[in-house]
């Protein structure tokens, strides 16, 4: 499938709003990769696809997760916003005949991150929070540093999210605890 069967499908799938920022996700992912080096086109495949699955109601997308059987983190089940990473991961070879193990863990990791991810997940979970779209206060700040500091960037993201899910007090995902730990561990190796 070509990306503009994606941009299709997101088109059809999506509400106009959740669609734009598909659209927004893409075009900086694809920008993202070009200047780290990484492949253009499963950066915007991933962008394209990553959110495919956030309007299916949430207890179809627990049934679909609990049968998969790789769901080995209870604390991931009792937060439904994370769901539909897992659940495009688990839908979208079925439905495109996307393959790319990379680009189906860019769309996995968007909500979460997790341990030693990939440049390609690190670029779409990046993307995704310093979209253009976004219109919080630091967006536009980050989205410019993410082209020079990408780690420096996703830490702040998981940060922002882990601060997000206590004042909610709402369970943080062993992934995303990983994701946090490693960042701190190697950033803080670089400064000393
Ligand atoms: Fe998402
Ligand atoms: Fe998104």
Redesign the pocket.
Known sequence: MELCQFEQAAKETLSKKRYE?TLA?ARLSGELAETYGADVTAAKTAGLL??IAKEIPADEQFTILKESGIINDTSLLLNQNVYHGITAFLTVPKRFSVTDPDVLNAIRY?TTGRRGMSLLEKIVYVA?VVSYDRTYKEAKELRERAFYDLDGVLLEAVQFTIKKLVKQRLPIAFDSIDCYNELCERLSAQTK
Request: aromatic share 0%; no cysteine.
């Open positions: 920022h996700v990553h959110d968007h995704d």
